[in-house]
């Protein structure tokens, strides 16, 4: 039973180590408990809470001991962090809890941990109002999405605070680390969510080999309780919309069915749209905006404005549309008009129409086809008979007879649209004859068309997902400036606010971090581009070359063992030296169990075994001038980094010269293929693709 409870809020607040009495390492001797010095003793701490009608119990924790050091056996210190987690920081400051606790034997080591990063909150914040941060996502900033995607940073950032702070992570927890490498109290603490974790919901992570995952969710407004019904309403639409990515060529049929499916293209530069199949009012009809939001209501460009110009039989089959540049996100709606409704489009490149002389073909002017001059005549004929085009608008009309009564014209404040049915006409009038009120911000507008670009690219009270904090929120009334800068008012207001740059630390304004890591990134190939790499020459060596370079090509280290003091500039010390070297080599071998030389005895590669066949191999193979390769023996860590080095060479083949590879390998302190592709990341320049 722990009666005198207090909370250690200075030195390790967020750590999940407590500290007992010495009594207590006693008592657990006397029963028994075997202590190993890789394993952390895991004990389950239970709150419980003094009420009217006896103890009532609030809630238990996994919590590992730090020392043992009271005097007092039924006194405890327990981190802030703890009694934070179990949400009795209150209770513990009025007197109120009681604890108990019980060996833990059950958990495992973790294997793996999943964590999302959700941003950072001051600790001076997180004291006065404590409430408001335990068990939610609730951070006083998020993290920078270049910050959430830097994962070498973010891995070696967890790395090496994880094993300080914390000895074991339960399934579903937030986690508060401290930004100081020791795990002490900083200033500023980063929030963590754990998403997930193997073997088990409550693991280890003192001394285990840690699978370390960083998840990103997608972001949400912070707090649902912000929003008022109708938009959270549209906030669960928006979640089951599918979102699929096209490519060019694809060719894709919508039904009404699938009226939720948001398409997006990474760049719509240099592309044109094809509606292919539409029925006869062209009652599939595509919106495009250049986000998410895009909607029928909520557009920068609709297929309304380009109608098809060939109906064949009841299908319209060509209209084309000059996709905006950049990202391109769209969605198809059907007006309720028939039962068998589809749309089928295609992206391609656009295509200026060649016009060429060709001497053995000629251009239909009824299909617009180029026919073979042999069979032109008589393609001509039929031709003229099935295909009408309309005078005033071009449209051209395949299989239909007569261009259609009801075929109309508009070019009224808008260049020339068209179409075949009164229902089309309708359409085209309340898209762009009728006035229309914006529903967020009540503006109002000449027409439907003006209300829909409004909404996407203005109006204040639309949703938008900011680029700076990746929060989906109101865009706010525009400025001067906004404007200037292409920003929603929301977005200028929170490009200004400052950030502290991951990398460097310094200060700088959200809206200029791009440029700002453009600089540290400068600096890394400006680095890089000095760097003089060249490989020893010696095959079972992952050296580079040092400052100054030998006749021989050698590494320093390699180097050494030859290095005399007396003059040798015809190489010949060298020579000897090396002949040597080898024939002891190939004769006695250097004694290394590990040596992976082809050319040592100790290897168990050389084959080898009298003199005469030793002296000759040395003189005829690896000694004829002029040298350019030695089968010098290396030590264990040369030869266990020369292993990580090939094996990175041939996994990730061609994205690293194999000298960056070699140099990187030296750098580390932890020879891994991951750590040195995280190295590389960081310091190397890439090969360019060929
Ligand atoms: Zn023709
Ligand atoms: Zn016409
Ligand atoms: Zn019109
Ligand atoms: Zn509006
Ligand atoms: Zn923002
Ligand atoms: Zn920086
Ligand atoms: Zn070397
Ligand atoms: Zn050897």
Known sequence: MLLNISIDSSRNPFSDKIILSQNVVRKFIDDGVEFTTSRPIFLRLTAFENSKNGPVKLCSISVSVREFALEDSESVVIPWYLAFKMNILDKITHNKIFMDYALDNSIPDGSHISLEPLGWISWNNLQQNS???VNNHVVDEPFTEKFIRDDFFLKSFLEARLNN??????????ILMSTNCNGELSEKLYKFKVEGLSPGSTVSVVNTDLDLEIVRAIKYPPSTTEMNASSSERFINEQIRKN???SIGDVISVIPAEQNTVFSLVDGSNLELRIVENDIHESGQIFFGSNNSVDFDCY???????PSTVL???TNIDSRLDLPKG???FVVKFDKVSLAQLLKFTVHEKTSKIITNSSDHKLCSNCENWIPNTTYDLHELRCSRNVKTCIECSKKFINVGSVPTEHWHCSRQHSLMFGDTVHSQERHQRFYHEPQDCNLCQSHFQSFELMARHKHNDCPFKEHVCR????SLLREKPTVESRYFGLSGHELACGMKTTECYKCGKIVKRMELDLHLDIHNAEKIDKAQRLQLALCKNINCCRTLGEVWNAQSLCDICYGQFYSTQDDSDGSQFLRKLERKYVIQLSRGCGSTFCKNLNCKSSGLSRLSTMPEIMNHVHKSLMTAPIFQFWICVDEATTKKKLVADMYAELKSGKYEIEWIHYGVNQIPVVTIDALDHWLEENAIATPPK
């Open 165 to 174: 702070a914390l000895s074991s992570i339960t399934n579903g927890d937030y």
């Open 468 to 471: 700076f904090c990746h929060l």
């Open 131 to 133: 409430q408001k941060y």
């Open 312 to 314: 064949r039989l009841q």
């Open 327 to 329: 990202e391109v996100s």
């Open 244 to 246: 699929v990515e096209i």
């Open 300 to 306: 920068s460009l609709s297929s309304n404005s380009a």
